[in-house]
């Protein structure tokens, strides 16, 4: 799973924008790293792509999908609309 560390998104001073540019229609929601971690996923920076990207990894059988979308919080729904200005 494609994600990107919020922190390291501000500190390269980008925002959710910058990170949806090339990605058209796409939507951006949060979870944290230690939900990742509970999970018993691994969580690795890639940020070959963009400041900030990582990658989530592991199995995800339907639990761990069903987990994710429980506590995810949407910084940019899905039409565009930011949920929590200037946060990524």
Known sequence: M???VADAVRQAGKNERDVLEAHQ???LAAVTAGLARE???????EPAQLPGHAVVFGKKPRSVS??????????VAPGGVSATPGQA
């Open 39 to 45: 999970q018993k996923q691994g969580v690795a920076f």
């Open 66 to 75: 069903r987990a994710f979308a429980k506590e995810a919080k949407w910084v």
């Open 25 to 27: 229609n796409f939507a």
């Open 2 to 4: 494609s994600v990107f």
